[in-house]
């Protein structure tokens, strides 16, 4: 029965049109929501896509706060009494003033410039969690870049092959009439034959009828078979598509991540980094053999930081080698530009994972609202996921 009803219906043309780029595709026309597997199946993609989108934001928040600190001392700084600045600035310029002498009493072998090594010292702390982080993330890029083409190339063939065998269903449904009417045409004929030869045409009805009936068995059966593999293909496109999904969003996590490394370390790969951080411990290593200013220089840092606690700074440390911006307003305006970009760049990656969660929730729910009869269902496994990815950060979870 099912083969006569799809033998005269219109097949479905509908193709998904995608392309790859940032944004994500959200396709039900193909998914059967009464099906408790494909249901469930397309839910689970879209708590995972909030569940990827949870971790991303754990991860940036802590580095947004740290940012958020440092500007928060730059208004602690610029707000200070005249007398508590006036302190600062002594400390500060006795600093400067012991670092200006290192480095003329250094000019002649010095390996890499001032500018790359006061640069590079700001951030030693986590220079060596920074390269790595970068590598990682270089690695993983070049990783996630292949998944994306391996899975587009894959969602291509099934794309040609569904169009294959849409085209084969019309050439069984054309067959099929083709040997209908041909037995029309054969009935009628014996018919004439019959009646107005006054012939027997027994044995021609039977044998007509029965050509008829294989012929049509026959392509039932092949029609049946392609008509399987087309629901496979199908699936395999929906599933391919989710995987696509999170993968992009892996994807451009990843490129964010990448452009924010590379601008905060101020390089264009790890190697380069590397190459420079080595360059910088070869100097550091030079620069100790000044007992005597290092000696100086770290009282005076000591006396800086513990001026700084007073005035409640909270990363104090992080001035020490930022004398100038002390002494002089307008390096506080460059460094304070340098942390908004920062902070704007970590701004816009928890904004775009909070997007893909707020998405992915209203998508499930807007499925929720068009199969009510499953709504308790899919509640009940969102209410899970809420339950086991709820943090402080997921503010979109709310």
Same mark, same amino acid.
Do not use: W
């Given at each position: 029965m099912g083969f006569w009803k799809?033998?005269?219906?219109?097949?479905?043309?509908?193709?998904?049109?995608?392309?790859?780029?940032?944004e994500f595709v959200y396709d039900r026309t *193909?998914?059967?929501?009464?099906?408790?597997?494909?249901?469930?199946?397309? /839910?689970?993609?879209?708590?995972?896509? +909030?569940?990827?989108?949870? *971790?991303?934001?754990?991860?940036?928040?802590?580095?947004?706060?740290?940012?958020?600190?440092?500007? =928060?001392? /730059?208004?602690e700084i610029e707000v200070l009494p005249e007398e508590e600045t006036q302190e600062i600035h002594v400390i500060a310029q006795r600093l400067q003033a012991l670092e200006e002498e290192r480095?003329?009493?250094?000019?002649?072998?010095?390996?890499?410039?001032? =500018?790359?090594?006061?640069?590079?010292?700001?951030?030693?702390?986590? +220079?060596?969690?920074g390269i790595?982080?970068?590598?990682?993330?270089?690695?993983?890029h070049v990783l996630v870049k292949q998944d994306l083409q391996r899975l587009d190339g894959e969602r291509h063939a099934y794309e040609y092959r569904r169009q294959e065998l849409y085209g084969m269903l019309d050439n069984y449904r054309g067959m099929a009439?083709?040997?209908?009417?041909?037995?029309?045409?054969?009935?009628? +004929?014996?018919?004439?034959?019959?009646?107005?030869?006054e012939m027997n045409t027994t044995i021609g009805y039977f044998i007509a009828v029965l050509a008829a009936v294989a012929a049509?068995?026959?392509? $039932?059966?092949?029609?049946?078979?392609?008509? *399987?593999?087309?629901?496979?293909?199908?699936?395999?496109?929906?599933?391919?598509?989710?995987?696509?999904?999170?993968?992009?969003?892996?994807?451009?996590?990843?490129?964010?991540?990448?452009?924010?490394?590379?601008?905060?370390?101020?390089?264009?790969?790890?190697?380069t980094l590397e190459r420079a951080w080595k360059k910088f411990l070869l100097e550091k290593e030079e620069r100790k053999e000044y007992a005597e200013a290092e000696a100086k220089l770290e009282y005076y840092q000591k006396q800086l930081i513990n001026h700084m606690y007073r005035f409640r700074v909270k990363t104090p440390e992080r001035w020490v080698h930022q004398t100038n911006a002390l002494l002089d307003k307008r390096e506080m305006v460059e460094?304070? *530009?340098?942390?908004?970009?920062?902070?704007? $760049?970590?701004?816009?990656?928890?904004?775009?994972?909070?997007?893909?969660?707020?998405?992915?929730?209203?998508e499930i729910m807007e499925v929720a609202r068009t199969y009510p009869k499953y709504a308790g269902e899919i509640m009940e496994m969102v209410d899970h996921f809420e339950k086991e990815y709820s943090s402080p950060e997921s503010v979109y979870l709310s």
């Open positions: 799809n033998l005269f219906r219109k097949k479905n043309k509908e193709v998904v049109n995608y392309e790859e780029n940032d *193909h998914v059967d929501f009464v099906e408790v597997e494909q249901r469930n199946r397309y /839910i689970t993609g879209c708590l995972e896509q +909030m569940a990827e989108a949870s *971790h991303e934001i754990e991860l940036l928040t802590g580095e947004y706060n740290l940012v958020t600190s440092y500007l =928060t001392d /730059i208004e480095i003329k009493y250094r000019g002649k072998k010095n390996r890499m410039s001032d =500018t790359d090594f006061l640069k590079l010292r700001k951030q030693e702390a986590e +220079m060596e969690a790595r982080k970068l590598r990682e993330a270089e690695e993983y009439v083709i040997f209908l009417t041909a037995l029309v045409i054969c009935i009628v +004929m014996l018919v004439i034959l019959q009646f107005v030869f049509i068995v026959a392509i $039932s059966m092949k029609y049946v078979d392609v008509e *399987h593999e087309r629901i496979k293909v199908e699936n395999a496109i929906n599933k391919l598509i989710q995987l696509q999904n999170k993968v992009k969003i892996r994807y451009v996590n990843n490129f964010n991540l990448l452009d924010y490394l590379c601008m905060k370390y101020d390089t264009d790969c790890a190697d460094i304070r *530009h340098e942390l908004i970009l920062q902070r704007q $760049s970590l701004r816009k990656q928890l904004d775009y994972n909070n997007e893909v969660a707020k998405n992915a929730r209203q």
